[in-house]
């Protein structure tokens, strides 16, 4: 993927260069080239288009603010109302997550995720012992957030 882009951003400049015209709409228009090009050499490369795996990065993301703003708007629910009502409890989510870099990028979205907090990961880091704010809610609610995080994880890391 590294070496893709670096083919593609050696496309644009040197369309910028046989174009005579150093700027920001040629760079771009060369660019674009650079991708056209490189979508019909793909069978060339190993690796997968790196714009698909940029795609994926894109998924991740919007599935994070999707969850993120649904588990915001649960939190103010139970801050503004005059009585508090809470069972807080831990959870186990378990996963097939593998590689720290997986299970790190699990356990930060799910700490970012307001009314859960990782507080710890087994050794074998398959089980993730999870703090949540109303436990019949926001526990079910965890584990969808969590099913949904890992599939998104798991297009980002893996083939």
């Known amino acids: ?3 893709q882009v670096l083919i593609n951003l050696f496309i644009a400049f040197l369309w910028m260069f046989l174009q005579d015209e150093w700027s ?4 771009f228009s060369g660019y674009l080239v650079g991708i056209v090009v490189l979508f019909i050499l793909r069978r060339f490369y190993k690796q997968e288009f ?3 795996k940029l795609g994926s990065i894109l998924k991740l993301f919007l599935v994070f603010i999707r969850e993120l703003i649904t588990s915001s708007i649960f939190v103010v629910g139970h801050v503004i109302r005059p009585k508090v009502n809470l069972t ?3 959870i186990t989510v378990e996963t097939d997550l593998e590689g720290d870099l997986e299970v790190t990028i699990f356990s930060l979205l799910l700490n970012l995720t307001p009314g859960s907090v990782v507080i710890e990961v087994s050794s074998d880091s398959k089980v993730f012992y999870i703090h949540a704010l109303d436990l019949p ?3 079910e609610s965890v584990r969808k957030a969590s099913k949904i995080f890992e599939k998104a994880i798991k297009d980002v890391t893996r083939k």
């Open 88 to 90: 807080p409890g831990i």
């Open 137 to 139: 809610k926001a526990g």
């Open 1 to 3: 993927m590294p070496l």
């Open 24 to 27: 920001f709409l040629a760079f």
């Open 50 to 52: 790196y714009l698909s």
